[in-house]
């Protein structure tokens, strides 16, 4: 397949005058790709009812005329002011109960059936009018749900949603009663419209009860989410694109994803590693300019996974300094090359960066773009121009199914962070440490959803922190080499403690009776080198002890191919577990120098160094920022 | 005294034919008490009006047939929801104004009187079918007063008691005025009803003006309490207990106590040590799986004390790890068995585990019983029944006078809380530092509230930050060594600064003129050892100093028997401090290896060992978590 | 001109019996000045529309007899009850919507029309009975505008002044959707009722309606003030104040300090310095009894330049240990003085101490006084009779223009916490560490505001970090040697990006087209020693490079006597910096011992030791907190 470079635009933005050079630049700089419209609400349908077409006919001619592709976004993450006029309700409302109202973005509640008719609406009459267009190759909907935490709203549009949801789901009060476990502290109703959301209590709610509205959070998204496409699907061919933000974990993307045909995602390396990723001091003074070396690809492998066919794109490449995180560092020279060819390694059809030219206005205007505010390059232009001059003379980096499977699963978030049990157990960190773990040993790795039916293929599946693990996913491992744990299969669909005690994996006896939460700079040593941290169960079972703490007590059971881990390792004890069941499974390891990442492709393997300084690998010298690429032959597995 | 064990028990949880069996079991387990109800109302009265006693005769029914004895519980800390529709404002609100409502627990104001009536009604109708009743051997009155920060609320309810409770305090606004100093920053009423809560302000409220709601709120509990109490004690002979929390300072523990039998409290020893004691990190990571060891005992020795007649219980002990705390641990092996021991040798009449077996469902599913979700003994069941194998063996465990009397006092914790004066400055925290500098040498302590007027048989008294002592307290110190200070008798029972100025010692000629408090890191030292830190006063007058700081300035500051200390010692200060004082009251000191600690009763000494590695002590090596006893006679002081 | 001392003082908390002793001690410490009245109104007027004067009449006689010149202060600040019952809305609302009501001070919003005319009306009838008053020789108006957060208020009020400001200023809907960039995610509004106050969003707003909305807090301060000078003027002559408060930034105190005729502030160094200075541990303990070094200067510099024709007191000198800040340790001996003649030598007419007595009750009752609550005499009496008894040895303090100007920008510190791209970007920390850096070589300062037309007589001038730069301050650096940046001129107005990209410097070939911010920790070194930190900008252009990073980035560009910055310096570079600028403007400096001050008056020099222990310099031992002075000839610069 071939690999294209795109770009974030907003003609509304600029003068008309500018608009022709502006698409003749993009051209030049080698760029396929314009997204557009996705924040123009306001200038589409100035007042209600009167719908202005003009200036976005007029700027789809003139980018359509220079050879662009256009991705033509529905605006309904930033309904105008007059929408909030006409539904005043319509806003979310914090945990606190405060309104999230009008004056930035994302300002709705997506149990509001008012404001949801009216962004179908909209889609309705932009699909009408374009949706045959040829100059249309896509369409994204909406932008970036959940960013800004929006997905959980505690209005009471969305408390009424929830008691009808709930009715739904359970049919009677006595049935989630008893799910519930509600006997507990006289929680019990009589009806549904007795139920609350989950927030201003004493302490904290039944973890059934909020797991239910983070379930019927994410349903409304969906819901949300499918009105638009029923007003496009039958109204264009072009494929349509919802385009997620990085740890967005709220609402199930595999859900949202299911209903469309592209997935893409933004990538902000240097404001993840600032904003939401966990990390030493000395880890995030390394990275500073470059971004977390495994936050990206799991991502991208994520996105992969997502995105139907394995259709994804990157929609929103960070191509400088950004605005929004604590602090914000420029990249290091030579990133925005790599992090663009790393896409392009894990799969992705097209990287678009955000945006073509810095605003000087409003909430973003120190975010870079390829271009400054003033027009003249800026240096992720020259980086953008290398990658189109490279991508023009590799016509090839077709995915291959990796050797290793590393499932995901959204629900599973949502139950520990109701119940963490310790302060700091984060599902996805959970996922992340496993993730880098199998990247520290220069494997490429494949991410599959819950519902994933058939492992075949796979010489090794990671099922770490899995709330509840499906039959039939329990069914696919048999016959695998796979890791279970720590924590998974720990609790019923509706967070309870099952009969029989978890893990429950048929077969394989070994049961958590106990589990232990430490604080931080609490390390449990384990031979043969390494440690446990954080979280600690108690495994009683007959299978086999691989691997025990220095009291003897089993952190690894293992029967056959079948391992369960009761702990979360440090690093080191992560390389030694990946190692052993890597051997296992017969998949060559190849522990990397800090910083180094390799990606397999179908006919390549890519090399790509995220440390600040050179390494030698393979026989060559890396530079910081560097990426370097190999057919694969000579560095295929045995 | 013959000392037992007990259990909570809550047979509406599990499925009916499980209870013989687990009624057999507690009693193999070697336990005598069962308490039961205390969450139970939905279960009592699942629609208003409409009562079903059938399951619980029947439990107590089972549980009794197995020779168990039954603590009934009001079930009052869990109004079910439709009580909450009764009263649809009977929530407490918190300090920001947003409603604490139904979904967890201690959903109520206590100033709202239709609840109290409600409650009082159960209370009532509970003690007309059960008072009498020969198998309920002790009756709990609701839960945990202030749990999860349930004392204070800013309800409109509140607000309008709180504006009687003021009108029959002073009787005039005048007087309200003078006293709070009013004409400050022109704060002067004309009338009750113009006075709000102190919350929501511009910057702190007026300090009078917080006492007296801190007062008030404590005042509203009692109340509240005296409604059940009113209630039951017309209807039954058993003893009527409350079950407190540990460091729970919002309400008078004595007062609540000076109209029940019993005073028992819940030690959850590792959740403590994680969620609500200071300390530093090597101190929270050394004690990690065994708690702070001096934090239980002063909670022992704390409700001896709130107890009448000393009577006093442990009615939820920590069997394994909790699930409330940032991060959970299990207890180190041996710890069940030592904080039960501890609790007997300071005079609890039953240690009852808190819960008999780990419920699968709701808010607590990740706190340990004796037994786990799958019925298995957990570990905490194998300690139980060592402890109760040994309490056979150990008949007398009568409590002694102790040599040390140290004075608590609930509104010096309201007082220094409202007018710190330096951030870290905590009353609570102050005590327990004295407590621990008298525990480090060996002594057994008895804790005395403040209405104390005799000090008979006490060979040293501390008195340490009570904000206003009261006459008759002041008086009993003639002819005692006794210590004072830091900050004793500072201000008047309305917070302001006395003529003269504190101590105000009879016949000592000492006055505290300034005081300063100190950031963290800060220390001033002492010779000959230590050092002082957060609060030191400038003491003037014409006592001996007895310790100065570098510069001369007196710390502490003696004439006979009587010292007052102007200043916060750290652990070295402390421990001369300490010698020096019992040298002079003729008390013989014991120093400890750390995290060893002493308890004397009539005719024994115990020794319990919270340190993580073995000590040697008097000859014996005690292993950790260990626990030793000897016969008083070799050990008792000369 | 002579100097001399002052004090604060209550009558109205203190029984009249002691009044004529107060007068005669105040006369007998040395005390010239007395505060009267400004927290009084509930006194003047208990019941609204009755007037009491007998007892402030009596107080200004006691007092005015014994020898003590009046201040009277309008009790504005502290409405009573009575007023919040006329005006129930009349409370400033926090950024969550809570209100802020009555039981401290300062509870009104400045936009309330109602409350403005009341407190112009308790003016008009202080003036019509004092305002020729011989005895009254200043009036303070209010006091401490913006102490405890007061400026920014949330309310409907303030809401609806907030829309009709805006009309004001921008005129047309479309011209204010144009200048803020609303076309940005379609914030675009259609009518000046539609807009909302820049809180309670779903993310941040645009930086163009939060400035605005900053700049409109501050008008409402300066028409609320003016409302009192109307009613003051016409019924006095004595000279009007208005006290400010230290670092309090949320109004423009020129713009404040235009209407009236003196400048005062409150000068509280060790509450400063823990409670709003940053600093490292090490600094913060090593000044804990002194204060920050230059923290107390600044403001004495800045309020010389706020008050009109260089007029300014201190109003409130901390006298002892204060109340209000985290910790708060004592003064070490010698401070008062020290802190007092630091005061004089910057040119204050007045130093009055804040109070004259400790008051036992109420907020303040832990705030010393130069009396205890007792009535003995504080330590700071008696440096205060010291500094009494030197002043009236030394009659000539006359200031002296200094050699360094440094531009002071109110705007510019709402722009930069508007936008600050990086979390710990602090406009008044950067001007403070230039100021800081000038200190350190022991230059003289004076402060300038922004509509400076004329550098005259200045041989160095530096523009910090000044948001937009006026066109009359940009052409009267024509000829000086100045330095600018790091971000001086870097945005327009409206808070956009300007067209050509800042600093835009007439003559001066130099563009910032990239900003960094970098996180705490991160440090990029600069030849030849040094480092810059925080803040890091990609100058380009022509001018000269005068300092480069390790990697040869520009980090000071310099052409002829201009010089741009473009990042925060460290200690070290500052020091590079100041005194590479100072030899090319010909100034002398004087690096100095660290704790150790200098100040340049017409006839002396002198110097102020803040550190700990004494240090020597020109041949004598300064102890600590000592303060020694010379004749000006032998120190003047060559």
């Not at 045959?132 to 209005?155: F, K, V």
């Not at 989410?225 to 007003?231: F, G, W």
């Not at 003074?285 to 799991?298: I, S, T, V």
């Not at 599973?412 to 962070?417: H, I, L, N, T």
Request: aromatic share 12%; hydrophobic share 40%; charged share 20%.
């Amino acid at each position: 397949m071939k690999r294209s470079l795109g770009v974030c635009y907003y003609p509304e933005h600029w003068p008309r005058p500018m608009w022709e050079q502006d698409a003749a630049d993009m051209v030049a700089t080698g760029i396929s790709w314009v997204r557009i419209g996705e924040f123009a609400w306001s200038r589409i349908e100035p007042v209600p009812g009167q719908y202005d077409f003009d200036w976005l006919d007029d700027a789809i001619a003139v980018l359509s005329d220079a050879g662009l592709k256009v991705i033509l976004g529905t605006p309904t993450c930033t309904p105008p002011v007059w929408m909030t006029e006409r539904f005043p309700d319509m806003f979310a409302r914090d945990a606190q109960g405060h309104v999230r109202g009008f004056g930035s973005r994302r300002h709705y509640c997506f149990s509001h059936s008012g404001y949801r008719e009216a962004a179908a609406e909209i889609c309705r009459i932009l699909g009408d009018r374009y949706g045959r267009d040829p100059r249309i190759h896509a369409w994204q909907i909406d932008n970036e749900y959940g960013c800004h935490d929006t997905i959980l709203s505690w209005s009471d549009t969305a408390h009424e949603a929830f008691q009808t949801w709930l009715a739904n789901r359970y049919g009677t009060i006595d049935a989630l009663n008893t799910a519930w476990g509600n006997v507990f502290w006289s929680m019990e109703y009589s009806s549904f419209e007795q139920i609350g959301l989950p927030n201003l209590m004493v302490t904290q709610p039944n973890p059934s009860h909020e797991l239910a509205f983070r379930r019927f959070s994410s349903d409304q998204v969906v819901r949300w989410h499918e009105a638009q496409v029923a007003a496009l699907r039958p109204r264009t061919d072009a494929p349509l694109v919802h385009n997620y933000m990085g740890r967005v974990l709220d609402f199930d993307h595999f859900e949202v994803g299911s209903s469309i045909d592209i997935a893409s995602w933004d990538s902000y390396p240097i404001g993840f590693l600032s904003d939401r990723l966990e990390g030493t001091p000395e880890h995030k003074a390394r990275y500073l300019r470059q971004g977390d070396p495994d936050m990206q690809a799991f991502h991208h492998d994520l996105y992969r996974a997502v995105g139907n066919d394995n259709r994804w794109w990157v929609m929103e490449q960070q191509p400088g300094p950004v605005n929004w995180a604590p602090y914000n560092p420029a990249p290091l020279p030579g990133m925005v090359r790599l992090w663009s060819w790393e896409a392009f390694a894990h799969g992705a059809e097209v990287v678009s960066y955000f945006r073509w030219r810095q605003a000087p206005f409003a909430q973003e205007q120190m975010h870079a773009g390829l271009r400054r505010p003033d027009n003249a390059p800026a240096p992720g232009q020259h980086e953008a121009e290398t990658v189109a001059c490279e991508l023009a003379e590799m016509p090839d980096t077709d995915i291959a199914q990796a050797p290793v499977a590393l499932v995901f699963d959204y629900p599973s978030e949502w139950a520990w962070s109701t119940l963490p049990q310790g302060a700091d157990f984060s599902y996805f960190r959970l996922v992340l440490d496993t993730y880098r773990a199998l990247r520290r040993q220069g494997l490429s790795v494949d991410i599959l959803p819950s519902d994933t039916t058939s492992l075949a293929g796979y010489a090794l599946v990671l099922i770490p922190g899995m709330a509840s693990v499906p039959a039939p996913l329990m069914a696919a491992i048999k016959g695998q080499t796979v890791l279970l744990g720590p924590r998974t299969n720990a609790v019923t669909d509706e967070l309870c403690i099952p009969q029989p005690m978890g893990p429950a994996i048929p077969g394989f006896d070994v049961t958590a009776t106990r589990v232990e939460s430490l604080p931080p700079g609490i390390r449990r040593p384990v031979a043969p080198g390494g440690a446990v941290l954080r979280w600690v169960e108690t495994l009683e079972g007959s299978a086999n002890v691989s691997l025990a703490d220095a009291t003897g007590a089993p952190m690894l059971m293992s029967d056959g191919q079948t391992h369960y881990l009761g702990a979360w390792p440090d690093d080191a004890l992560w390389s030694e577990i990946v190692t052993r069941l890597a051997g296992e499974a017969g998949i060559e390891v190849t522990p990397l120098p800090e910083g180094l990442r390799l990606r397999d492709t179908q006919h390549h393997r890519f090399a790509f160094n995220y440390g600040p300084e050179p390494v030698v690998f393979n026989g060559e010298t890396i530079p910081a920022a560097g990426v370097v690429w190999w057919p694969r032959q000579t560095t295929e597995r045995a």
